[in-house]
């Protein structure tokens, strides 16, 4: 029974040692936007929800396109997310951005992107929207990490996940941003939702994971031959 203890406690300490180096997961504040318009920033003017999404250029946080612009797509999940109308200005505004504090390691991310544009109502053009994903360690320089371009009509109101990893040398503020490659004023509407950063547990937690199960595949092995 003691080397049964011995083993689960081995366990348990390489399961929280791996739980401890992932950061505690998210780093994103309000990545999911379940807390409104708060934890980032924007370069587009916000629009309470549900007011009225025209201009372009305007951005708002709610569960419905359709309650804030008659020609997009209806969302009735009632789960909040970014909702922004494409700008039409040269150069163009951020879409979304945060700051967060990191320490030098390697990252997942994700987020969730969708075209909003347009339901059967709208005969206008419908033109596409390019959504990109990267980050910056000095607040100037951005390193691109995932790209996306919408196809109206065929993706309204569906989300594409994108996702991947990148490694950070060093510790420090890492900033984190959105942003949109297109100025059309027709179509060019999208939404964004599950923004997430986290980091990628250590080897050193792995390698203690393994550790307590083969501490316990050994007590097992002992306790059938104390038995047998």
Not at 120 to 128: Q, V
């Amino acid at each position: 029974m003691k080397f049964v203890a011995f083993a689960a406690a081995a366990l348990a300490g390489g399961l929280l040692f791996a739980s401890a180096a992932s950061a505690s997961g998210n780093l994103v504040v309000n990545g999911d936007f379940t807390a409104g318009n708060s934890g980032f920033t924007s370069g587009y003017t916000f629009q309470a929800y549900p007011g009225d999404m025209h201009p372009e250029g305007l951005y708002t946080v709610g569960p419905n396109p359709n309650a804030v612009h008659s020609s997009w797509v209806t969302m009735d999940d009632g789960n909040n997310r970014l909702i922004v109308n494409g700008s039409t200005e040269s150069p163009l505004p951020f879409v979304w951005r945060e700051d967060v504090a990191a320490g030098a390691g390697a990252y997942n991310y994700s987020l969730d992107v969708a075209d909003i544009c347009c339901n059967d109502s709208y005969g206008g053009p419908n033109l596409p929207s390019l959504l990109s994903f990267s980050f910056s360690t000095d607040g100037f320089t951005f390193i691109p990490l995932a790209a996306y371009t919408t196809t109206p009509p065929t993706d309204a109101g569906v989300f594409t996940t994108l996702s991947g990893s990148f490694l950070l040398p060093t510790s420090g503020t890492l900033r984190l941003q959105i942003d949109s490659g297109t100025n059309f004023p027709g179509g060019n509407d999208f939404a964004i939702d599950n923004i997430s950063v986290s980091a990628v547990p250590e080897p050193a937690g792995w390698a203690m994971m393994i550790l307590g199960f083969g501490g316990l595949g050994a007590s097992l092995r002992r306790r059938r031959a104390v038995f047998a």
